[in-house]
């Protein structure tokens, strides 16, 4: 009898396919994320389980599984599962790291963009009839990247192409990091390595590219929005819970900052009445860093990979833990 799989969102066809040919695949249809009372029900007796971002793969959804080799989680971020318990359990977790390194630089430098230029301001002014309401050549005005100062915060993969980008639009590059990175590097990405204290006071723009772990949990909170400058912007394209929602719409509302570009949220999807829904200086993006076709596909395939290798015992290609 084929060993049992269950993906708590579907796939593409191709994978779906493969994994068809090895194991019995059972994929979750109803709500998304999936509630956790029916992923524990699920996973109870399943040898392999592909999840997602913001499915919570806790101690008690890992303890509920007793027959479980390997977690295959289609995302590069693993905040979502029990990394520790897995590993005393002896169960594989694989990721997707490298493939989306570029989708996701592109994303936060296209909110970026739009936000200094409010390119989705303008959308929605356009749409709501308000165009010949701009009378003067001041009016509407966005802000030019040349010269601007970019603060990246985490210069990981992700961190790294973002410099690239911001690097040939002629902006000046200060990053902050657990580990200040070569000398050799540093000059060829064209970035100077400070303080983070410095950095949040110096940057025009912050973009955070740092996981969401216990030291990173609200890290962006109203007492570092006050030290930012007031014509600043912070994007963030890494998790939500590594800034305090509630407190930056209060900064952007009281215009302690200028603007946000965010594609990840606290608890996603946001709720209706959520904040950040009336203001007009955040651009919101609905966690599509890693959402191009290119991009998507390779983690399908890596996602795939990682769980096959997990259930015939061997390690993941991108591994964690144990
Ligand atoms: C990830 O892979 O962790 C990203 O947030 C995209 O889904």
């Known amino acids: 009898m084929k060993e049992k799989i269950f993906l708590t969102r579907t796939l593409h066809d191709f994978a779906l396919k493969e994994l068809k040919k090895k194991f019995q695949i059972e994929i979750h249809k109803g709500k998304i994320p999936i509630p956790q009372n029916t992923l524990k029900l699920k996973i109870r007796d399943v040898n392999g389980l592909i999840c997602f971002p913001y499915d919570k793969i806790d101690k008690e959804i890992i303890q509920s599984a007793k027959n479980l080799k390997v977690i295959s989680t289609f995302s590069v971020g693993y905040d979502h599962i029990d990394i520790k318990f897995a590993k005393k359990k002896k169960i594989r977790v694989g990721y997707t790291p ?13 909110l970026l963009i739009d936000g200094l230029r409010r390119i989705s301001e303008g959308d929605r002014l356009i749409r709501k009839g308000k165009w010949n309401q701009i ?13 601007k100062t970019l603060g990246i915060i985490g210069l990981g993969r992700i961190g790294k192409t973002l410099a690239k980008r911001a690097k040939a639009f002629d902006m000046k590059i200060i990053y902050y990091n657990r580990k200040q ?10 970035v100077k390595y400070i303080a983070f204290k410095k950095l949040i006071s110096q940057a025009d723009i912050i973009s955070i590219h740092v996981p969401h772990t ?8 109203m007492k570092i929005f006050k030290k930012m400058k007031k014509t600043s912007f912070l994007i963030n394209t890494s998790r939500g819970k590594v800034v305090n929602e509630k407190e930056l719409a209060l900064a952007l509302k009281q ?19 959520h904040q950040f829904l009336k203001l007009e200086n955040v651009v919101l993006a609905p966690h599509v860093g890693s959402s191009t076709k290119e991009t998507r596909s390779k983690m399908a395939e890596i996602t795939t990979k990682n769980l096959i290798l997990g259930m015939s015992g061997k390690k993941p290609i991108y591994s964690i833990g144990y």
């Open 98 to 110: 490298e493939v989306l390194t570029n989708a996701t630089a592109d994303m936060a430098f296209a």
């Open 135 to 147: 009378y003067g050549a001041y009016d509407y005005v966005g802000l030019d990247l040349q010269g």
């Open 181 to 190: 990175i070569s000398k050799t590097e540093e000059k060829k990405l064209g």
């Open 214 to 221: 216990i030291e990173t949990d609200q890290m962006f909170n």
């Open 255 to 273: 215009k302690i900052i200028s603007g946000a570009g965010l594609d990840v949220f606290e608890k996603e999807p946001i709720n209706k009445n």
